[in-house]
């Protein structure tokens, strides 16, 4: 069912694009939402990385910090490195209202998935605030989830967590500020996710604080394991996830 579901989805993206022709999200080529020339220049994450926060840790061990404090999800993953194409096509997308490319970053998504042994029930992304919801009018790890999980096959469910305290913006927040910021940002609902192993999305990973803060909500409302993954992950020196 899903995948007929995402039939119809490209077809509409299909159809918007031959009616007003894209151009590219990175380079403003016409004719695409994003051309093969931006996407040659998304830099992968290919280091050995922590086995469960995914940053890259030179040996694919427990990083130090895990040990000190493991998370609440399983494991988190991330497909590239925020920078080059990768940065301009998620501005693009979060700030620009060029909401096609999250199919495309859906896609991408998908393919990285496939590459994982994890078992997923149920996908769903990283809930806005309602302020940040109003202001934005859609929520930009929806976009990529929802036809990630189309072609994964796997139910998509966007109520399963909610957010529930208005945090602050964490650009300039050091690791330890984030994590308090969060805090109880999320509550669960636990009829959907009991016994289930779920998937959060969102669009980039910083130090892992919103991802851990979702998936502590899951766990205590009931969920099996939470997984996290991303289309970028920061590359700062002693983050935290």
């Not at 609440?72 to 490319?101: C, E, P, V, W």
Request: with cysteine; proline share 3%; charged share 20%.
């Amino acid at each position: 069912m899903e995948r007929f579901t995402y039939f119809l989805y490209h077809s509409i993206w299909e159809a918007l694009d031959w009616i007003y022709p894209p151009t590219c999200s990175g380079c403003g080529s016409e004719g695409v939402r994003w051309c093969l020339n931006c996407d040659n220049s998304l830099v992968k994450i290919v280091e050995d990385v922590c086995s469960i926060c995914g940053y890259p840790s030179g040996n694919g061990e427990i990083c130090e910090k895990c040990l000190q404090s493991k998370p609440s999800f399983m494991q988190l993953r991330s497909i590239f490195k925020y920078q080059t194409g990768i940065r301009k096509a998620l501005h693009q997308l979060k700030y620009k209202n060029d909401l096609g490319m999250g199919e495309i970053l859906g896609q991408k998504c998908a393919h990285f998935m496939k590459s994982l042994s994890w078992s997923i029930d149920i996908i769903s992304s990283v809930p806005l605030g309602k302020r940040r919801r109003k202001e934005r009018g859609y929520n930009q790890a929806a976009l990529i989830a929802y036809p990630m999980a189309l072609l994964l096959n796997t139910p998509y469910e966007s109520n399963i967590v909610k957010r529930v305290k208005e945090t602050h913006s964490q650009i300039d927040y050091s690791a330890d500020q984030r994590k308090e910021n969060m805090q109880n940002a999320f509550i669960s609902n636990s009829n959907v996710i009991r016994g289930k192993n779920i998937l959060i999305v969102d669009d980039v990973i910083t130090t892992g604080s919103t991802m851990d803060s979702c998936a502590d909500a899951l766990l205590r409302g009931g969920a099996n394991n939470v997984y996290g993954l991303s289309v970028a992950r920061t590359m700062i020196e002693n983050d935290l996830t």
